[in-house]
């Protein structure tokens, strides 16, 4: 079994929105790269796979060539090799066209997952789009899945419960976070044996961008005073608080 | 513009979506998925038994070209978000997710970087497949009520083998006029409990950041931010919440913020209209008590 893991390298998604500053309408790059937050997950779901099924694990992402350092972090959790393709776009189509070309190398895939949604752009749309480019099955928001008479038995996670699947043949899901696949904390000796392991660097496959203009990015602003109440005790703190909100009309 | 939404007939999804398409055409059509009576009054209505994005993508791709519809809208859910892509890719469109707002000139807004920033687009060709972010558009009152025409599915990937919808005890968050949400801070899946008496007291819900969800301490439905639930209460208590842009996302619509932490350098009280700084553990019993006090 061949899985395979997207992952993407973003800035700091926990920089508070009051640190928060663009540079020609992308995040500045003053900022600390880091795998996205719902990739973790998909990794850990893809490592937990890989140990249960002995399955190969890579890692294919698509972005400049110094995020290899971060993507590393996957290897040192246990995924096998990474795969970049190296390439700047933030469209959408033009990412899932070279996450395909990325994933055409490796031969047969079994599986392919991805975060729920990247943590910069935060579209999630890149794996629909490479499921519908590889003609693979899709399912968004999966937070569990088996192989079982060589589909998958998945679990999605939906806005109002769960929904319970049976796929069959390849297919990319999608993966969000729940206390199982919650980022294990790699080794230390990990961390120094993923700097061993093989990393391919393919070049980019220029595509048309989607037919949408970006007319501009700004940053919210958003105007709140908070009003401190005092605690020195605790019990007039909380009357306080109650009076407040009866009096501008909240309660 | 020859317009189309795709979805269930959850009339309070449907009246979202009704409401973005009203930017772009006076009626519209619709492609209802799934069981259940379809309510509103639409130019066409057609029914697709399955609700599965793989399942049903080429029929739908083949009816969207068939009757040349030049704005397709689906919700931000796990069913619209399972379509959209594959009709990307099937109509060789361009998309846009979680759309959140539309001007009157149909500039698009998304959020992007965690809801740090907004980012506006306008659409340079047809046809354009937007995802709609729930509770950003009022839903519409959906009068009257269309027949529908039935497609049939020819294949089917993916079984469906159980729907099992969550246990709701008490007010849904997004109805909720008053939400008690914990956050990593609570430490423990029993400091919940004390969450829950008071939003009992004041006849509300309980959520969740999804730091909380991610330890397990509340169910994956009690999440509120970007990837969770968007609530709009009149009252936010956020406890023990550190106030990550992802989670302020959800409570955008919140009237009034009240933020308990101990830490007063917690990005919450720069989204609060009042604040207590102080161990959630002394603070939230005492309002407890107060709210005994007053009966």
């Known amino acids: ?251 | 513009m020859k317009t189309l939404i795709i979805e269930t007939v959850n009339s309070q999804i449907l009246g979202e979506l009704t409401t973005v398409s009203r930017l772009f055409s006076p009626l519209c059509d619709v492609i209802v998925l799934g069981e259940g009576e379809l309510s509103g009054t639409y130019e066409k209505a057609f029914r697709v038994a399955d609700t599965l994005g793989t399942n049903i993508c080429i029929e739908l791709t083949d009816l969207i070209k068939k009757e040349g519809y030049e704005v397709i809208i689906l919700s931000s859910t796990a069913i619209g978000s399972g379509l959209a892509g594959l009709l990307a890719v099937g109509l060789e469109a361009p998309v846009l997710t979680e759309v959140t707002a539309i001007s009157s000139d149909l500039i698009i807004e998304q959020s992007i970087y965690g809801s740090k920033a907004v980012a506006y687009y306008k659409m340079d060709s047809r046809p354009l497949i937007l995802t709609i972010k729930r509770k950003y558009f009022e839903a519409a009152e959906l009068g009257g009520a269309t027949e529908t025409v039935d497609i049939p599915v020819a294949t089917q990937k993916i079984i469906l083998l159980e729907e099992i919808e969550e246990e709701r005890t008490g007010i849904p968050l997004e109805d909720a006029d008053v939400i008690v949400t914990g956050g990593r801070g609570v430490g423990s899946k029993e400091n919940f409990s004390i969450l829950g008496e008071l939003a009992e007291l004041l006849v509300g819900a309980v959520g969740a950041s999804r730091g909380a969800i991610d330890e397990g301490w509340m169910p994956p439905n009690a999440q509120i931010g970007q990837t969770g639930k968007t609530v709009s209460p009149g009252v936010y208590f956020a406890v023990g919440v550190s106030g990550a842009s992802q989670h302020l996302a959800g409570i955008s619509n919140a009237k009034c913020v009240v933020a308990i932490n101990k830490d007063d350098e917690a990005n919450i009280f720069k989204r609060a209209r009042f604040g207590i700084i102080s161990d959630y553990k002394k603070a939230v019993p005492a309002i407890i008590n107060a709210l005994r006090e007053i009966g």
Request: charged share 25%; glycine share 8%; with cysteine.
């Open chain 1, 1 to 251: 079994m061949h899985i395979v893991v997207l992952a993407k390298v973003v800035p700091d998604y926990e920089i508070p929105s009051s640190d928060f500053k663009l540079v020609e309408n992308r995040a500045h790059a003053k900022y600390k790269r880091m795998i996205g937050l719902y990739d973790e997950n998909a990794i850990e779901v893809g490592v937990q796979l890989k140990e249960k099924y002995a399955a190969d694990l890579t890692i294919v992402s698509y972005g400049s060539s110094g995020d290899v350092q971060f993507l590393r972090k996957g290897v040192a959790m246990g995924a096998d090799k990474i795969v970049l393709i190296e390439g700047t776009s933030d469209d959408p189509y033009t990412t899932a066209v070279n996450l395909q070309k990325g994933i055409e190398t490796l031969g047969e895939i079994d599986v392919i997952l991805a975060g729920r949604q990247s943590s910069d752009m935060d579209r999630g749309i890149v794996p629909g789009l490479l499921a519908g480019l590889m003609k693979y099955a899709f399912v968004p928001q999966i937070c569990a899945l088996e192989n079982e008479g060589g589909g998958w038995k998945v679990t999605q996670i939906t806005e109002t419960g769960l929904r319970l699947m049976k796929v069959t043949g390849r297919a990319v899901f999608s993966v969000t976070s729940i206390p199982e696949n919650k980022p294990r904390i790699p080794a230390v000796r990990a961390i120094f044996s993923a700097k061993k392991k093989p990393v391919e660097k393919l070049s980019e496959k220029e595509e048309p961008l989607t037919n949408i203009s970006e007319i501009s990015v700004s940053i919210p602003l958003v105007e709140s005073v908070c009003e401190f109440i005092p605690t020195e005790a605790i019990d007039e703190t909380a009357r306080i608080l109650l009076s407040r909100l009866k009096e501008e009309r909240y309660l």
